[in-house]
């Protein structure tokens, strides 16, 4: 060695052990990539899925509706009015916004399906232009509110005598 110069840093041990660090590095970086990386998700290509369509029932025609005279409200012979129950027709499949009062410019309270029934339990009044009856479900008296009669149709009353089948 010589005494005035500096050691050799370069030299074949400093080289093999770098590489042997890198070296370990590199290992543990792709296995790392491998394990933590989600795995690719396989090509699913075209799915049929199975669709079940249930046609609507059929309703049977019935007479249009015909309103009371504004000092007589009950329903008789199927009239519309207190105490008759109606059905929601003519919307097309929409349903028919429920309204917390007469008019086109209250609250909708809900939406009630086409053909689904309601008993009449206060009106008729008037508002923009329509007849308006509150309604309630019969199995649900939450389900209160009012409609505009162009899209109610009086249906029978249900039979209360008929006994539910098993």
């Known amino acids: 060695m010589n005494r005035g110069q500096p050691p050799s840093l370069i030299n074949l041990w400093t080289i093999a052990g770098a590489l042997l660090v890198a070296g370990c590095l590199m290992a543990i970086t792709l296995l790392l990539i491998g394990w933590i990386r989600p795995p690719r998700p396989g090509d699913a290509g075209f799915v049929a899925a199975d669709i079940t369509v249930i046609p609507p029932s059929t309703l049977t025609p019935s007479p249009a509706p015909s309103a009371t005279a504004a000092g007589t409200a009950s329903a008789s012979n199927g009239e519309l009015g207190v105490g ?47 007849t308006w009856w509150k309604l309630v479900a019969p199995y649900d008296e939450t389900r209160t509110g009012w409609a505009a009669s162009d899209f109610l149709v009086v249906v029978p009353a249900p039979d209360s005598t008929a006994t539910p089948s098993s």
Request: glycine share 14%; net charge negative.
């Open 84 to 130: 008759a129950y109606v059905q929601i027709q003519g919307t097309e499949g929409a349903g028919l916004r429920i309204r917390s009062a007469p008019g086109l410019n209250t609250d909708t309270v809900f939406r009630g399906e086409e053909a689904e029934t309601f008993k009449v339990t206060d009106g008729p009044q008037q508002a923009d232009g329509y």
